[in-house]
């Protein structure tokens, strides 16, 4: 998505998940998104660093509900949230499950129902 604002080629939803999802993101989270890898660690952090983290998901919640598709913007942001939510939390699971398969088998649910309820929700 930062390469997309900083004027490159456009991200759809779809790409967002697969991408965030993805075997090679779950391989690598020195490089990967910092929520999922950080979470709990920013949770206890100090004020400071909470309020920048509130300002980065408080964008990447735009950049999400941009991807969304339909007129209502109250709709979208809930399924933001939801969307930002889940890729978190399968990515941090995946992580932390020592059975490989289980690992893969939760990044490829979330992504296909995440996929399936967007294309449901097209108003």
Same mark, same amino acid.
């Given at each position: 998505?930062?390469?997309?604002?900083?004027?490159?080629?456009?991200?759809? /939803?779809?790409?967002?998940?697969?991408? /965030?999802l993805s075997d090679a993101h779950r391989k690598s989270p020195g490089t990967g998104c910092a929520f999922s890898a950080l979470a709990p660690e920013i949770a206890r952090s100090d004020k400071r660093t909470r309020a920048?983290?509130?300002?980065?998901?408080?964008?990447?919640?735009?950049?999400?509900?941009?991807?969304?598709?339909?007129?209502?913007?109250?709709?979208? $942001?809930? $399924?933001?949230?939801?969307?930002?939510?889940?890729?978190?939390?399968?990515?941090?699971?995946? $992580?932390?499950?020592?059975?490989?398969?289980?690992? $893969?088998?939760?990044?490829?649910?979330?992504?296909?129902?995440?996929?399936?309820?967007?294309?449901?929700?097209?108003?």
């Open positions: 998505m930062d390469t997309a604002a900083a004027g490159g080629p456009p991200v759809s /939803y779809a790409e967002l998940i697969d991408d /965030y920048l983290t509130s300002e980065q998901v408080q964008k990447d919640l735009g950049s999400i509900t941009g991807l969304l598709p339909g007129k209502d913007k109250r709709a979208a $942001r809930s $399924r933001a949230i939801l969307t930002f939510s889940a890729l978190i939390g399968a990515m941090s699971l995946a $992580r932390a499950v020592s059975d490989e398969s289980l690992s $893969r088998e939760i990044l490829k649910t979330v992504a296909e129902l995440l996929k399936n309820s967007a294309s449901k929700h097209q108003d």
